[in-house]
Structures are given as C-alpha cells and as structure tokens.
C-alpha cells in the first residue's frame, strides 16, 4: 500500500472517530482533506455527504451527493431529499440502486445486513433494510400509503429489529402477521454446553439437533405471510468466483486515530475474507440466505482509484463506463461465500447462548410489538394487559409508561394514567416526548398547579419543544382563558407542522369561542396531517351537534368510533345525537354498551339514568342513579335528577334532600332547584285540599 493510500484509509478512520464523538468541526476539517488527496473516490465523497448532513447543512450534501452511482451517496443525497421536500427524487436515487442490484441477478436477502454486528463494529454503508426504511419515509412524506406499507414491511422482513418500520405499518392500520416476523430459531446447529441452567429452563431435552434445509436456497420470510416481494435467484459457479469483497467494508471502533507501521498495513486488506474458522453460529442474516453479499455495494478499493480523471461526475458517462466494464463495480464490492463451517467443540457455549440471546431479544420485541398494534388499533384493555405482561424492567421503560398513560387515559381512567405519568416523569424529568397528553390529562382533571408546574418545567427544559406550547396552552385553556390558548397552539403547530394533536387542541378552543368555522379548519387540518386522527373526528362532531347538524354530527362520531371502538366517550356522544334525533331507544342502547365498555364510566352511567327517567323506566333509573351518587357525591346534577325521580315516586323527604344538596353544591342552578321544590310543596299543599274535603 503507498503512502497516500494510508493516509486516506487513516484520514476516514479520523473521520467516523469524529463523527462517533459529535466532533464536527473536525470531521469537516478532516474530511476536506480526504477529499483533496482523493477528490473522485466515491467513498469519501459519501462520508463528505455525510459530515454536511450531520451539521445541518442538507443543501449541500444534497448537491455533493447528486448523480452518484454510489450505495452511501445514494442514501445521504434520499436523506436530504427529505428534509429538502423532495421526496420524489429522493425515491428515484434509491429505487435506481436497487434496480441495478436486481440487474445484477443478485438477492437483497441474501445481502449482508447490519443486524449481525455488534457494538464494536460498524458497516460503513447503510443496508438494504435501511434502504426500504428510508423509502417508505419518502412515499409516506407524499401520501402514498400503499408504497409506504410495501416498502416499511420489506425493512421489517429483512430485519425485525427495525422496530419504527414496525411502528409506522401499525399507525397506518397495516395488518402485520407478527408471528411471521419475529419468529424464534427453533432448532440449532450447535448442542448446548453441558450444565447450561438457562438452556435447561428452555427445553426438558438435554440437547437440540439442528437440521439443515434440504437445499441451500435462502427462504425468506414474507410478512404478510406471501413469498418475498424480490425472490432469491440462483448463481452460477462462474458468477460467483467473480464477486470478490474489500475487506475495509467494515471498521472496528475505535479505529482512529491509533497509529501503525506501514508494515502492518499490506494488500491483504483487499483480498476477500477469510473462511469462517471460530466457529460462529450464523446470525439471523444468514439464516434469511445460504449466502452472504457485503452490504458495501459500491465501494471502490483505494487501490483502484487512479486519478480524479479516472470517473466521470456525469452520472450517465459513468454508468456508461460501468456497463462496459466485464467486472462491473457491483461485481467487484461482493463476495458469495457458502454457510459457515459446524462449529467447534470450544465455541458451543458461545454459540449457544449467540442463539439463546437472539430467541430471547425475537421473543421480547414480538411481545412489544403485540402490545402496540392493540395500541394503535386502540384496542386499549388488551394493549394494557400485553404491556404490563411485559418483564418489570421492560415495563418500567419510559416508552411503555408513556404508552400505558396513553392507554388509560384513552378509556378516561385518569387517575391510573395520572399514576403511570407520574413514574414516567420520576424516571425521566426531562422529557417532553408525551407530555402534550400529559397536560391534557391534567386539564381533564382541573388540577392547575400541576399543570402551570408542569408548562413551567418544560418551558425550562424545552421552550422550542411543541410539547412544551401544548401543556401552556392547556393552562390558558383551564383558566378559560381562550384567546391566550390559541395563540400557543398555533405556536406548537409551527414548532412542528406535523403535529396534528396540537391542532385538535387549537379546534376546541375556537369551538369555545364559538369560531366555528376556524373549528373546522383546525380539525380538517389535524386529519389531512394523520387520517386516523380520530380526536379531530369527534372535533368535527362536536360542531356539527353545536349547529344542529345531527346527521352529519353522528357520521363523524361513528368515524371516529370505527378508529377507535372502545372510547366511552365516543359511543355516549352517538347516544346524544339519538337523543337529539328523538330516536331515545337506540340512545339507550348506546349509553348501555357504554356502561358494558366502562361499568365505572359516569358520563356512561348519567346519560343512561337520563334516558331511563324519560323513558318513565323509573326502577331502572333509579338503580343508576344511586350508582351515581356513590360515584360522584359532589355533582349537583346527579343529585337533581335524583330528586327529581324521587318526587315521581312520592318519595318526598328524599326528593327534598337530594334538591337541598344540589341547592348547596350548585348556587348557581338555585332557580331550577327552588322551582322543583316548589313543586313539592304544591302537591303537599294540593294534597292537603284533597283530604280536606
């Protein structure tokens, strides 16, 4: 290797060194003068890319990286794509290159992934998975969710771990067969080392025999339980012996900046790998393939590269050159190598628990993964009970608190979501993620010093965070103070435009304004941002039963209740919207189903009661209501009503109690009270006349 071959293959460890420690400055010092020793390698120009992107500036790196037929500068020129809004030629960039694997004849799944590495080593070049994950982003920025879902599950098939592709197919209602996806090895190629405890709690036998598929085709697994969307394709001998692989694919941390002799750096560096001869057992990306590519498409080899005149920037001069090439490039970055050898006696026990650990991670993520499609599926009594199934380590993660807050909060059980943000906020006082629930909760439970002492501390900690203006505006909100609340909504809206929880928020306020038309442009806007938003459907219900469009009233509520089946709230408003259609049969049997949903829900059991009185179905009413007094002792209108029934059943001395504790919990409804006690005195006059004569 000569002297300016050293010093780039230095110069990139000093590079990624900087990158791994936030050193920025640094590694756009450093990466400048990689690039001036080697201004046409297209590996230095993807980690000059990549230096842009990681300091911000997507413009330039979107122009560095344009036109090349390079894996990395294909992957940072769709990245600033982006977050430039231009998802279009983002996706031309990274379909092209996986167009020309296809070309190639050669199987993204049997491509190297990066699921096998560990931390002390990196893959250079993002991997295939990583490709379709970026892709699906793209197509979900323009709206087209039928690429979106095509392209997130073929990131999750190639590699389960990658749990946001998982996260992105549940919020778009994508039915995920998750017993296809994280699906634990079942047998091994290794026998487990004799004494293992963990292997004995595994299995009564005392040994596991791995057998071998029948052929060495690679069986992909398909997510939706069909075959592979790109199938594998068998390789010629010839084909292979061709496909060689540099060996500086890989860095091992730190890499940089330690020094060497010249000596120890020798062309073998670019002779393929060697024969697996520790014994490793295959990771979970060769059990998907027999054979094994490098995840490095496009690299070029240091000792290659010529002069800056040896590639052309013209992309279509380029690819020109490529095709013409006998060995083209992407021939030259792979090597097909075939199944790791059986492992030896001295690496079993290693082997084993490689395997044992990946069975136990598959396991865990497939139960996380149950638990947030019942989540997003607002399936909420189950999500619950999967999530606190969950080992209490796991369970006691910010992200399953924040998510079990959400849970009881969506079935208005405030005081058990109050508790698991609370341990949350313990856990994490810092964060801001979930919060713009939080506060919600706390507006819900009209505890304002909580609430002003949580805008306050996340105003302290965050004061760009849109979480941050939510939990103010909820405070303004509380303080019927409805203009200021806007004005903070509208805020978060611009802090993230994106954010359609903050514009249901900004609905309702102007709905308490009486602005409807502002109502429902916020609410429209909160859909048009996530379809199944269903907060902004209820939004637009609300309206609609404000004007006294009934129909259209009770569309959006049952829109909303077909996102979301078990929210009590939902089903009591399509009960309201009978009631206004006169319709108080089916009213009843939707505040019923409510109470089935929720026993303990009061709005469930009041409008029930409500409905049983003027149904003169006074026994049944009657039975609710005393369920409501324990409930909720301190509400002047249970109390009401209560007397109110009372006094249809002659009961006098109690229908006069109940009006006098409702009298002292609401002076302001006096009027209404004194007029119905009133009207018992009338009849005890009237009754008096009659046994006078």
């Keep these: 290797m000569s002297v300016q071959e050293y010093n780039i293959q230095k110069l990139r460890g000093i590079v990624y060194n900087c990158l791994d420690n936030e050193q920025l400055d640094s590694a756009q010092l450093n990466v400048e003068i990689l690039c001036a020793q080697n201004p046409a390698n297209l590996d230095s120009i993807h980690l000059h890319g990549l230096v842009l992107y990681r300091r911000g500036l997507y413009k330039s790196a979107y122009n560095l990286t344009a036109n090349r037929m390079h894996m990395g500068c294909a992957y940072v020129f769709a990245l600033c794509a982006l977050k430039l809004e231009h998802p279009q030629e983002g996706i031309y960039v990274l379909q092209r290159i996986l ?20 931390e002390n080593q990196r893959s250079v070049l993002p991997d295939i998975p990583s490709f379709y994950n970026l892709l699906g982003k793209l197509y979900a920025s323009m709206d087209d969710d039928v690429n979106t879902v095509v392209c997130y599950s073929k990131a999750l098939e190639l590699n389960p771990f990658l749990f946001e592709a998982f996260e992105q197919l549940s919020k778009l209602g994508a039915k995920v067969k998750i017993g296809n996806v994280y699906k634990p090895t079942s047998t091994f190629s290794v026998n487990p080392p004799a004494g293992n405890e963990l292997f004995e709690r595994m299995a009564p036998d005392t040994s596991v025999e791995l057998k071998q598929p029948e052929d060495s085709k690679p069986k992909g697994r398909s997510l939706f339980g069909r075959s592979n969307i790109m199938g594998t394709p068998e390789f010629s001998k010839n084909k292979v012996k061709n496909l060689t692989t540099p060996k500086v694919r890989e860095l091992k941390l730190p890499e940089a900046p330690t020094r060497k002799t010249r000596s120890s750096v ?20 060769n059990r998907l393939s027999a054979s094994k590519v490098t995840s490095r498409l496009l690299m070029q080899p240091i000792s290659g590269l010529g002069t800056p005149s040896t590639y052309d920037n013209d992309n279509t001069t380029h690819m020109d050159s490529i095709k013409a090439n006998k060995d083209s490039w992407l021939k030259r970055s792979y090597n097909f190598s075939n199944m790791p050898p059986a492992p030896s006696n001295n690496s079993d026990f290693r082997n084993f628990n490689e395997v044992t650990s990946e069975n136990e991670l598959i396991v865990l993520y497939g139960r996380i993964a149950r638990a947030y499609k019942a989540f997003c599926q607002y399936d909420c009594f189950k999500a619950i009970r999967l999530f606190t199934s969950l080992p209490e380590h796991v369970v006691d993660m910010p992200w ?8 009881h909060f969506e079935i208005v059980n405030y005081e058990q979501s109050e508790f698991y943000f609370q341990k949350l906020r313990q856990i994490d006082r810092t964060r801001t993620e979930d919060m713009e629930y939080y506060s919600t909760l706390l507006w819900h439970l009209h505890k304002e010093s909580e609430l002003s002492y949580l805008s306050h501390e996340l105003y302290q900690i965050d004061k760009f965070a849109p979480q941050t203006w939510v939990a103010i505006g909820n405070l303004f909100s509380l303080n019927r103070d409805n203009e200021e609340a806007v004005k903070c909504f509208h805020k978060a809206t611009q802090l993230d435009q994106n954010f359609a929880y903050a514009y249901t928020l900004q609905g309702h306020e102007h709905v308490a304004n009486d602005s409807f038309e502002n109502a429902f442009e916020s609410f429209r806007y909160a859909l048009s941002i996530d379809k199944r938003h269903y907060n902004a459907l209820y939004g637009l219900g609300m309206v609609h039963l404000k004007l006294g469009d009934f129909t ?10 077909d996102i979301n089946p078990v929210n009590v709230i939902l089903t009591c408003c399509v009960g309201m919207v009978l009631e206004k259609l006169g319709k108080r049969e089916l009213s009843l049997k939707q505040y019923d189903f409510a109470c089935k949903l929720q026993p303990l829900s009061m709005l469930a059991l009041f409008k029930k009661a409500q409905v049983l009185l003027a149904l003169q179905q006074y026994d049944l009413a009657l039975k609710d209501f005393e369920k409501l007094q324990k409930l909720a002792p301190d509400e002047a209108s249970v109390h009401f009503l209560l007397g109110e029934l009372y006094k249809q059943l002659g009961r ?13 919990l609401d002076p302001k409804g006096s009027h209404v009270v ?16 009659m046994n006078d004569h």
């Design 99 to 118: 167009d020309t694997i296809r070309e190639e004849g050669i199987s993204e799944e049997s491509m190297e992934s990066n699921l096998g590495k560990n």
């Design 652 to 664: 006098k001395s109690d229908a006069i109690k109940q009006l006098t504790i409702a009298l002292n």
């Design 266 to 285: 020798t062309s073998d560096a670019f002779k393929p790998p060697p024969a697996n001869t520790t014994g490793s057992f295959p990771r979970r990306s």
């Design 674 to 689: 004194k007029e119905s006690l009133e009207g018992i005195q009338t009849i005890d006059t009237i009754d008096e006349e």
């Design 400 to 407: 399953v608190l924040a998510k079990l807050g959400r849970l």
């Design 552 to 561: 259209k009233a009770e569309f959006h509520f049952r829109k909303a209740i």
